[in-house]
């Protein structure tokens, strides 16, 4: 099993309290952290606004981060969990993914989706389309994205997006190419694009659930002819590690008080579906994902802005008994 951790960039109010000043130092501590650790890749999100509810506070552009980080490591790769694509034209985040991956010496893993929080849509004044309709321009969005990674000139004509005689300079350093997550359990469309064009799944829920859209999955593939096996299941995971039950509680009454400002109080955990977790307690949660076939895990540890113990506690002793 390989793993990946996200670096606090915001979204999820992971950097309250930083001064804006020092947020980027932040960001960058948590990516060396990752990076030194053993994690094999570090990931953003790809969102405007703040959640569970839209604030004032800062949440960082997922694509500059991906450029900035490019040029700050050495060794980690750099996902997104997940661009939207409505958000771009995707020539021109096609562009903007290959020029950091030569920036980076080939380390972009390119995460794609429909979109769903509509209260970005709103302000920044996309179209919040149906969920068929998002699908269908995630759908041509990766097929452009993998033409133009691939082809010195790429035409297209499709519903959503037209492109006459689009370049791409330079391609991907990455061979065959950049890999590509598709994002999103929706079985009876989103599975299809996985099917079709990913090397990376990800999606949660229960393990009954994972392992369901396990098989619809299996079964897209078989439909397109593509071997099940070439598709790497992944699934994201937030906690807080901590190394016991006392210092689970203490982190835990950290965090209500941190989200208080922004959230009622008996609604905090609920929310962000969170719990402290020790390293046997993780282990034994995720086990039962990796007996149904998990084989990447990406974690988000809330506290990584204001505490690294919980990603080197991780490392250390979740890590090696998993993989």
Known sequence: MDFGAFVPQGWRLDLVDIPVEEQWNTMLSVAHTIETSG???LWVFDHFH????????????????????????????LGQMCTCTPYRNPAYLAKVASSIDAISGGRVEMGIGAG?????????????RKPSERIGMLREGVEIMQAMWRDPE?????????????????????????????????????LRVVAKYAQYSNWGGSVEEWTRKSEVLRGHCDAVGRDFADITRSMNLTTLCVPDAAAGDE?????????????????????????????????????????AGLEYLIVNLPDAA??????????????PALR
């Open 50 to 77: 703040t959640v569970p509810v839209p604030t004032q506070e800062a949440t960082y552009e997922a694509w500059t981060l991906m450029a900035a980080l490019a040029a700050t490591t050495s060794t980690v790769r």
């Open 39 to 41: 994690y094999k890749s």
């Open 306 to 319: 204001y505490d690294r113990n919980s990603l080197e506690l991780f490392a250390r002793e979740v890590m």
């Open 154 to 190: 790429v035409h297209y004509d499709g519903r959503y997006y037209q492109l006459a005689g689009a370049i791409c300079q330079p391609k991907p350093v990455q061979e065959p190419s950049i890999p590509t997550w598709v994002a999103g359990g929706g079985e009876q469309l989103t």
């Open 116 to 128: 769903w929080y509509e209260h970005e849509f709103d302000g920044y004044g996309y179209t919040f």
């Open 251 to 291: 982190k835990m009454a950290w965090f209500r008080n941190k989200m208080a400002p922004y959230i009622e109080p008996d609604d905090i955990v609920n929310r962000y579906a969170l719990e402290a977790r020790t390293p046997e307690q993780v282990i034994e949660y995720v086990q039962p994902y990796k007996d």
